[in-house]
C-alpha cells in the first residue's frame, strides 16, 4: 500500500475544504462562502484500494497583510516542510491570475510533486474548461491535472485528463456533473 502526506493550497474560496471533504468521504473540514474560515490545519484521510493520503486542508495562501493573515501564511508555510506532494487547487469559474501565480511559484519551488486540481467546473461548458485547463498549465510543472467538482455525487477526482508531458488538453473534456 501506498501512503502520503498531501498540502492541499490554493487561494480562498477556490474549494479546498469542500475538495477534502469529498476525497475523505464526510464532512472533515468546515465550509463557507466566507473567505479565511480555514484558519489552521486541518487533517483528512482518502483511502483507496491501493493508497492512503493524509490530506492537509490549509488555510488559503495569501501574501500576510495582518497579524491573522501572518499567523494563517506561518502555518501554511510550516505545513509544506511535512508533505510528499501538493494538490493545488485553482477555481474553473474564476480567472487564474496574480495570486495564483504567487501561490504556483512557491508549490512549484517545494521540489515536490504538484497536482493541479481545477475545481468547480460542474455548470462550465467544456470550452471553458479547455481554456482553464490550458491556462493553468502554464503555472509550472505540474505532475497531472484534473478538472473536478468537489460537489458532484461522483467521485471528484478520476484518471487525468492532462499529464504535463502532453502539455495539451484532453480534446474530450467533459463535464463530470449535471
Known sequence: MKSGFVAVAGRPNVGKSTLVNALSGGKVAIVSDKPQTTRQRIMGIANGDDYQLVLADLPCFQRPRDPLTERMQKTVDRSFEEVDAVLFVLSARERIGAGDRFIAERVFALGTPVVIALNKVDRLKPGHI??????????????????????????????????????????????RCN
Not at 485547463?133 to 461522483?154: E, K
Not at 477526482?157 to 488538453?169: E, F, L, Q, V
Open 130 to 175: 479547455a481554456s482553464q485547463m490550458q491556462t493553468a498549465s502554464q503555472l509550472g510543472d505540474f505532475h497531472a491535472l484534473h478538472p473536478v467538482s468537489a460537489l458532484c455525487t461522483t467521485p471528484p477526482i478520476g484518471a487525468p485528463i492532462w499529464r504535463s508531458s502532453t502539455r495539451s488538453p484532453s480534446s474530450s473534456v467533459k463535464r
